[in-house]
């Protein structure tokens, strides 16, 4: 559906870089017009691929918890359907999983491979989410 | 600016209630200094009369934010500066505190405002490389002297109580326990941080005043780049000395403590070393430089609130450079 939301975050942006050179404004007005364009075009760099990020993150971080080399740690399939549907939503609750598995895991071999399997998925998440950056990237097989 | 004239007028009742109308108190020059909603700082400058003499004194008002990264108490900034008067740290003067903000309308605290400025990127900004190593030395030795505070004969004992060897943990719980008050989401990445952070903490050998956010941003230079002051003392606490270190040379925060090949972190210890007679653990720095980043993560977490709940104007959140040095630090 065009325009997509970035495209309309950004020609906001463009119609306040125009106010933003209006000799009329205060200092104090002009700087924080300049912040509310600034952070405007920041959202706007995210908001397409936004839903693409959490999508993939709810995947990883769902198939991450369902076969957690802790057998008695893991999350059913049952439970996984019990989740909100909204991918939002969804990514906060998949995340408070992580971190309770986190807290439960045992300090064993089995123990330190599901922590170094979680560790590895939040740092392609980094990587990968549009908030963070202006490129993001996704994992490959290589990685 | 419409607000100065109701700060004005509180400052002159709330001086004169101090000095007595007989000193015949006199502000002017009110003005603040810095904009957005994150910071209440009022530079101004105090006429009275002293034993028949006219005096004058360029001050500042510190007072709470709305909401800032982290919250702390104006009260405890003001009985540091206290302690430290008569020590060889370079610090402001502590004057008056309106503890409650009955007077001054928000929690304030009054400070001598001294000379200088404040450079944040001085050590690897425009000067020669001989000048910004001389500052990097200068500052070390700043550190030290804050390192070396006989804290024991002050008030600062009981205000913070003494860690001892479990300093290192002291400072996770305070930290974990600001992220779980303050965070809006889970974050695992901190979770994981916090495990690791548990497990390898160092032992502290000595207790010593850390100021928690040493920066050339919070050093004032005078026009021969000689250090006027130390500011902002709002995080300080009794603790072990490599927090300072670890948070001066933790690698986020590189540009604004070392110099590629001509003063990088050894130097600063070595350096540290001879003027303190302190020794520097190498390996207590390293878990300290994760600290570092595990406490930007939670102060970036706590502006993210402070955001949502429409106290600051900037969105903050964990940046990209602190989730990826957190993540790759603690396997």
Not at chain 1, 2 to 13: F, N, S, Y
Not at chain 2, 82 to 111: H, I
Not at chain 2, 282 to 310: C, H, P
Request: aromatic residues 6%; charged residues 30%; negative net charge.
């Amino acid at each position: 559906m065009r325009p997509t939301i970035a495209e309309h975050l950004l020609g906001i942006a463009r119609l306040l870089d125009d106010v933003v050179e209006d000799e009329g404004l205060s200092e104090a007005s002009r700087q924080a017009l300049a912040d509310a364009v600034k952070q405007t075009r920041r959202l706007a760099g995210g908001a397409d691929s936004r839903h693409e990020f959490l999508c993939w993150d709810n995947e990883a971080s769902a198939e991450i918890l369902v076969t957690l080399d802790v057998a008695a740690l893991r999350t059913s399939t049952g439970e996984l359907d019990q989740l909100a549907d909204d991918p939002v939503e969804r990514n906060v609750e998949l995340r408070g999983l992580l971190a309770a598995a986190l807290r439960s895991l045992p300090k064993d071999e089995r123990g330190l491979e599901s922590r170094a399997r979680i560790q590895q998925h939040l740092r392609h998440r980094v990587d990968a989410n549009p908030a963070l950056n202006k490129q993001p990237r996704y994992p490959t097989e290589d990685d | 600016m419409s607000d100065v004239v109701p700060i004005h007028e509180a400052l002159e009742r709330f001086v004169t209630a101090r000095l007595g109308p007989d000193a015949q108190p006199v502000v002017s020059g009110v003005q603040r200094v810095t904009t957005g909603r994150s910071r209440e700082n009022w530079l101004f400058d105090l006429a009275w009369t002293d034993r028949g003499q006219r005096q004058t004194e360029p001050l500042i008002v510190r007072q709470d934010p709305e909401g800032g990264l982290i919250d702390t108490e104006r009260a405890t900034e003001f009985a540091v500066l206290q302690a430290l008067e008569g020590s060889n740290v370079l610090a402001p003067r502590a004057r008056w505190l309106d503890e409650t903000g009955t007077e001054l309308s928000k929690p304030s605290l009054v400070m001598s405002r001294s000379a200088g400025t404040c450079e944040y990127y001085c050590i690897n900004g425009e000067r020669p490389l001989a000048d910004r190593v001389a500052l990097g030395k200068r500052f070390g030795e700043l550190l030290g002297s804050v390192h070396r505070v006989e804290w024991d004969d002050t008030v600062l004992g009981t205000l913070f109580g003494d860690p001892g060897s479990g300093a290192a943990l002291h400072e996770l719980d305070r930290w974990e326990s600001i992220l779980a008050s303050d965070q809006l989401e889970p974050w695992p990445e901190l979770t994981l941080a916090g495990q690791w952070l548990r497990t390898h903490a160092p032992q502290n050998d000595q207790t010593v005043l850390v100021h928690a956010d040493f920066k050339p941003g919070n050093i004032l230079l005078d026009e021969n780049d000689g250090v006027t002051a130390l500011l902002d003392w709002e995080l300080a606490h009794l603790g072990d000395r490599h927090e300072d270190l670890g948070w001066v040379t933790q690698p986020l925060r590189r540009g604004e403590h070392l110099i590629d090949e001509a003063w990088e972190a050894e130097d600063l210890f070595a350096h540290y070393e001879k003027a303190t007679g302190l020794t520097v653990d190498r390996d207590s720095v390293s878990w300290w430089n994760v600290f570092a980043t595990f406490k930007t993560a939670v102060m970036q977490i706590s502006g993210l609130r402070a955001y949502v709940e429409g106290r600051i104007d900037e969105p903050y959140q964990p940046s990209g450079a602190v989730l990826r040095e957190l993540l790759g630090r603690v396997s």
